[in-house]
């Protein structure tokens, strides 16, 4: 299962922020160095994530592991005068240090849960919110201890925290010593004395606090703290605060800082570091219309200005090397004059020095038509925020990378792509294959909304915004980023299927229509998803049955987050090739012929089938021999067995009519069983036999030829007594053969799934074996929209037969 850590992490951009926060300069395009006081020199090749530690390499930045371990290096090298042997990098997730064993770990990895040897240091970091933030402990006696060595180098010692808050206050969320987040509704808030650190966004958006006291023991203020509290007059930042975030005050019209931290300085209601390289946060209020910002400046924070009309005009300093996050978001008065090397501006873009990356813009911008610079590879997060006076923006054929939200609030965007790595179509903006939605126009988005069968990712900010929009289908969504329907006031009904694998925070934030949210139990719904939100959040205990109208090969992309693993029953009846016209699929459609074709689908079957789990396969003597060879090359070759079905029997075909070549066709057709281990077993069956000419069953395991289940007559009989017409679908199977199928492959909680459903077959069979035996066995069944045939056909027979399904198109 992959970890929150890695679905909150913004993977775009290359991680160029966690390499600034660390302190590393961009010499050169996408190359990271810093040099320490032992002379020690580490180079980060952003383009092929690689670490070369004294111009040799040595490791790759391909897991979460290892950020944290690049993290941790740079934190002890940044200690005075201290040495560290580098000859001890190889492991994954692990390094040695002086006689210390040092393990990483992924932030969310609870250190009492693990099962470690003395003396082994865990160490776990994150970026959030402009703090590099880190936790230590060290195992001694079977107990874990915190551990300083990571603040100075003098004394490496250990120490048990047990200085827990106790406090009664229930809006007040603490574990241990750290403010986690404010949930009450009081006008003055007093937080405890011993809090040491404010989780970044602990007061995100809270509409009813005006004053706020700080305890003197806080040393951590996280950023974006008290983020759009509106109605906020009055915090203090206490004495011992040495660590504060991006811009901690953003959005706050009304706030009166007091400032007694030596750290930091507040000056001309601006605060900045200490030495006055950094700039934090800029008061809205104030009646100057020019700041020339001070040559010590080098960087300037995330949102450091955000909302700011308090000046119509700043100028960048020679000094100037970094702009986090695009601090001018919202600025709509003002001019930028630029005498830093590191940035270029033309036309209120603002370009990095190599021309290379857009870092933001100037939010009074106008242009009906605004080009983007040619060798242009990365728009960056949030860099056109709230830019409504962009009508089309065109992309240069060099982009490669788009950040999260970079569009939100562009109330009029039009897109024009001229790279190969983004789609418009619909005037939609998608990556190139259209596996993830990055921005839908709010000028757009109006009442209700399907998306392509190709999404099954929203980007951040993909529909923020969008307060015309009311319903909204998800189709083959499984993630849904972080802010993707902030702001859709309008939204009334979206269905979070069982697809859907991580909803990120502030998903549904202001999203005041909505009434209820309903999600499967095992979906990860991240932090302050319903912010601001009245939607009752209802968790599904059970799967679902499902109809989904679609291309198969997208859904099943899709499944494989939420179903992998999971599926005891998979049943299909694909097309077989013979050259006919079936339901849609013709051998033109095989783009790389027939076989690639059924590869690619069941290449990720297999992936969702459970360690007990079947794939059944009906074919007919044309592409057998190839389906066979392919099955044994996925399952394993004393995985899968072949079987035959008698689809003729004078029995069943008394309505058959009978052609005039009939009795020059083949009576049977393959049943391909493939286990997806030795521990797949079949179940007994039902076997039907013909007593004095009625029809008799008793248990028996399943036969070799399947004869009395039913022929091709019969089943179009079946389709006759559900539509009234035998010709209303061409190839059915019949239901006894499937219902049996079914039994022999499941247990009464199993999961069926077919991915060519057709007449709806399976549905019907799991529906009728579960009102037999009492079982709670759901399916999933997928049909395409060609000759509508999902809604014509497979709806409406599950309909007939009154079983309750979500259908999603």
Not at 216 to 245: A, E, S
Not at 304 to 322: E, G, H, N, V
Not at 501 to 527: H, M, P, Q, V
Not at 647 to 672: G, L, M, P, S
Request: hydrophobic share 35%; net charge positive; charged share 25%.
């Amino acid at each position: 299962m992959e970890k929150l850590s890695d679905l909150r992490l913004s993977k775009s951009m290359k991680y160029a922020a966690l390499y600034w926060a660390m302190g590393f300069d961009e010499y050169k395009e996408n190359v990271y160095e810093k040099k320490y006081k032992d002379n020690t020199c580490i180079k980060i090749d952003s383009n092929s994530q690689s670490v070369y530690i004294n111009s040799k390499h040595s490791f790759f930045l391909d897991t979460h592991y290892s950020f944290v371990k690049l993290e941790c290096i740079n934190r002890l090298l940044s200690l005075d005068n201290l040495l560290i042997d580098f000859g001890f990098l190889n492991s994954l997730n692990s390094f040695q240090f002086k006689d210390l064993e040092i393990k990483f770990l992924t932030w969310e990895e609870c250190f009492n849960s693990l099962c470690i040897e003395e003396n082994i240091v865990l160490y776990k970091s994150r970026l959030i919110s402009g703090v590099l933030e880190y936790e230590a402990k060290i195992v001694k006696n079977n107990k874990f201890y915190d551990l300083n060595l990571f603040e100075n180098n003098k004394s490496f010692t250990y120490f048990n925290n047990s200085n827990k808050i106790v406090y009664k206050n229930n809006d007040l969320l603490i574990k241990e010593n750290r403010l986690i987040k404010y949930i009450g509704k009081d006008k003055l808030v007093v937080i405890p004395e011993g809090i040491e650190e404010l989780e970044s966004a602990s007061f995100w958006d809270n509409q009813y606090i005006e004053e706020v006291r700080l305890p003197d023991t806080l040393k951590n203020m996280g950023g974006d703290t008290f983020y759009n509290c509106k109605n906020l007059k009055r915090v203090n930042i206490p004495k011992m605060v040495k660590i504060m975030g991006n811009n901690p005050f953003a959005g706050c019209p009304l706030v009166n800082v007091i400032n007694y931290s030596n750290s930091f300085i507040y000056k001309d209601k601006i605060l900045y570091s200490n030495d006055m390289t950094r700039l934090i946060y800029c008061s809205i209020r104030g009646s100057e219309h020019e700041l020339i910002i001070s040559n010590k400046v080098t960087t300037i924070g995330k949102h450091a200005f955000f909302l700011c009309d308090r000046f119509q005009k700043i100028t960048l300093p020679l000094s100037l090397k970094k702009i986090e996050n695009n601090p001018f978001s919202g600025c709509s008065k003002l001019e930028i004059i630029n005498n830093s090397k590191a940035y270029y501006i033309k036309e209120g873009v603002i370009y990095n020095k190599f021309k290379t990356a857009v870092v933001g813009t100037i939010n009074k911008i106008q242009s009906k038509k605004l080009e983007l610079l040619e060798g242009v590879k990365t728009i960056n997060r949030n860099s056109f925020w709230n830019c409504g006076g962009v009508i089309t923006i065109v992309f240069p054929s060099t982009l490669v990378d788009i950040g999260y939200n970079p569009f939100v609030g562009c109330s009029n965007i039009h897109f024009i792509s001229n790279s190969t790595y983004f789609k418009v179509i619909d005037d939609i903006l998608y990556n190139a294959d259209c596996s993830k939605l990055i921005c839908y126009p709010s000028w757009k988005a109006i009442g209700e909304i399907h998306i392509l069968d190709s999404v099954n990712i929203l980007e951040r900010g993909a529909f923020s915004g969008c307060d015309k929009m009311t319903t909204i289908n998800l189709h083959n969504v499984n993630i849904i980023n972080k802010s993707c329907f902030t702001n859709c006031f309008l939204l009334k009904n979206v269905h979070c299927s069982d697809l859907i694998y991580y909803i990120g925070e502030w998903a549904f934030a202001y999203c005041r229509a909505l009434k209820k949210i309903s999600i499967n139990k095992e979906t990860i719904i991240d932090n302050n998803a319903l912010s601001n939100c009245n939607a009752k959040l209802v968790r599904r205990r059970k799967k679902e049955n499902y109809i989904i109208e679609s291309d198969n090969i997208f859904t099943l992309k899709s499944m494989v987050k939420n179903y992998g693993g999971k599926i005891d029953s998979i049943l299909i009846d694909p097309p077989y090739n013979s050259h006919i016209d079936y339901i849609g699929y013709k051998d033109s459609n095989y783009k790389n012929g027939y076989i690639s074709f059924i590869k690619e689908r069941v290449d990720i079957a297999y992936k969702l089938l459970s360690e007990n789990g079947f794939m059944i396969v009906n074919i007919d003597k044309g592409e057998y021999q190839n389906i066979f060879s392919l099955c044994k090359s996925i399952f394993g070759e004393d995985l899968v067995d072949s079987y035959r079905w008698k689809k003729r029997h004078a029995f069943f075909d008394v309505n058959k009519i009978y052609a005039h070549n009939q009795n020059k066709k083949t009576i049977f057709e393959y049943i391909i069983i493939c286990k997806k281990s030795k521990k797949s077993k079949l179940n007994l069956i039902k076997q039907p036999c013909l007593v004095d000419n009625a029809l008799i069953e008793k248990d028996s395991t399943v036969p070799r030829t399947f004869d009395l289940f039913g022929t091709t007559s019969s089943a179009k009989d079946e389709i006759a007594s559900i539509f009234g017409n035998r010709d209303y679908f061409s190839t059915p199977k019949p239901l006894k053969l499937i219902k049996e199928f079914v039994r022999a492959t499941t247990c009464k909680d199993s999961i069926v799934f077919d991915f060519f459903a057709g007449s709806g077959t399976v549905g019907h069979a799991v529906n009728n074996l579960n009102l037999e035996d009492r079982g709670n066995r759901c399916y999933i069944l997928i049909s395409n929209n060609e000759s509508n045939i999902c809604r014509k056909v497979t709806v409406k027979r599950m309909k007939k037969v009154n079983s309750k399904f979500i259908f999603l198109n």
